[in-house]
């Protein structure tokens, strides 16, 4: 649907090919988290924990070792300092960090095939009708007033697009509350939407689950911003009131930011740095970020995790068969497995140069992922059923890279895991 909604604005809008309407079922194999769109280059790029460029495409067609080392050589791509600074939307690349913009990143590797088809292009300049795709389609009064076609499909076929939230899951939230903690949704969606979602996923109720809820809250900028560039709003049917000076009580807000909300959480809790950790499913938007700039406890969502043949995926067994959507059959592969194309997310091969041993390296997004988060998980489902008090092994700069995954390391970290491949 996300393909679907940008490439319907490209053709209809900008006049772009309408063969980009058509999507190959296996295409999708394209899309994998950590992909870097070299925007002037048309190329995408899969970094290693260093910045060299571990493998690449110009457009959807991979380019071979040889071509990469041409181009870009074995050193720090040039973007990286950026990058790794975590600033991510710049004219020059594009970040595709979670599901939901990553369908992006295949419409753009085929327009990317497309302009070198028809124009012989060398530099490209698509990406401002990209933005403008995503603006009509995501823009704050979309879904009220039914604009482009992913709200107005959403709404229309719920079913289709959201899984309900496990009740392993409701019963946690529940016990964490009648435990005393406080419990905060903080989501970059407009209320009307994030609406719609919650009574879907966790039922008309949803708004009990929650001491504090707030919507439209432009994360990393809710982090990043002060109270006088980013003050809280109230709402009234789903727009936006005056800004206020403070945060004093619990309630749904709009936009906002980490240290008036904080302020918050101390006077609710008493105590002078209340500790808070906060969930996410971006590195970009949630997990660096509530680390930089907040100091918060962070739990990364991974479903990476999921996709790794080292752990079980525990969701399809546990459901009752009249519980599955009815969707289900004609799903295609769900994005998490490992990406043909691209390899793992964690890890990759780089050959050695004249004659010496190719070497095992960590990706980028790998590195990010000890470094920024306190421990990462496949879903929430995987810890609902642990005690409260239970203590998990975090990730720690003095420790080994793998200790703060839970339920289990990703099979591509674990030691000699490639010699007994390779035997």
């Known amino acids: 649907l996300i393909y679907d909604s940008f490439a319907q604005y490209l053709v209809t809008e900008k006049g772009y090919d309408e063969d980009l309407l058509t999507l190959a079922p296996d295409s ?11 925007i002037e280059e048309g190329n995408f790029l899969k970094l290693a924990e260093d910045g060299t460029v571990l493998r690449a495409s110009h457009g959807t067609k991979s ?15 040039k973007h990286f300092n950026t990058v790794s600074g975590m600033v991510s939307r710049t004219a020059k690349y594009y970040l595709y960090d979670n599901y939901f913009d990553l369908p992006g990143a295949l419409l753009c590797a085929r327009v990317v095939d497309s302009l070198d088809q028809h124009d012989g292009q060398k530099k490209y300049d698509f990406w401002k009708d990209m933005v403008a795709a995503i603006q009509h389609n995501y823009k704050i009064s979309a879904f009220k007033e039914d604009c482009g076609m992913y709200f107005p499909e959403v709404k229309n076929h719920p079913d289709k697009y959201l899984q309900r939230c ?17 419990l ?62 403070s945060l004093d009580k619990p309630g749904w807000y709009s936009q906002g930011n980490a240290v008036q ?44 995790l999921l996709g790794d043949k080292g752990t079980v995926p525990t969701k399809a067994e546990s459901e009752p068969l009249e519980k599955k959507g009815k969707y289900e059959g004609d799903q295609v592969k769900v994005p998490y497995f490992v990406s043909k194309q691209w390899g793992s ?11 010496a041993e190719e070497t095992s390296v ?55 895991e490639d010699s007994v491949m390779m035997k």
Not at 28 to 38: E, I, R
């Open 28 to 38: 999708l194999d394209f899309c994998c988290k950590g992909l870097v769109l070299d």
């Open 63 to 77: 380019m071979t070792f040889e071509e990469i080392l041409e181009i870009y050589g074995r050193k720090e791509w």
């Open 166 to 182: 496990p009740e392993s899951v409701k019963k946690w939230l529940k016990q964490l509350k009648n435990a005393g903690k406080i």
């Open 184 to 245: 905060l949704l903080i989501t970059s969606s407009h209320s009307d939407y994030c609406r719609l979602l919650c009574e879907h996923v966790l039922g008309n109720d949803f708004e009990e689950y929650f001491d504090i809820l707030i919507t439209n809250a432009l994360k990393p900028g809710f982090f990043s911003h002060t109270p006088n560039q980013r003050p809280f709003r109230i709402l009234e049917n789903d727009e936006e009131q005056e800004a206020l000076l």
């Open 261 to 304: 909300l904080y302020d918050l959480l101390k006077k609710m809790t008493g105590k002078l740095d209340p500790k808070v950790v906060y969930f996410g499913d971006s590195m970009h938007s949630d997990i660096f970020p509530a680390h930089h700039y907040s100091n918060w406890e962070t739990v990364f969502i991974l479903e990476e």
């Open 345 to 355: 997310f964690f890890t990759d091969r780089l050959p050695g140069l004249e004659n």
């Open 362 to 416: 960590h990706t980028w997004s790998c590195k990010c992922i000890s470094t920024y988060s306190t421990i990462a998980i496949p879903s929430l489902e995987a810890i609902a059923d642990l005690p409260l008090d239970y203590r998990f092994t975090r990730f720690s700069s003095n420790s080994s890279a793998t200790d703060g995954y839970y339920p289990s390391p990703p099979r591509a970290l674990l030691p000699n």
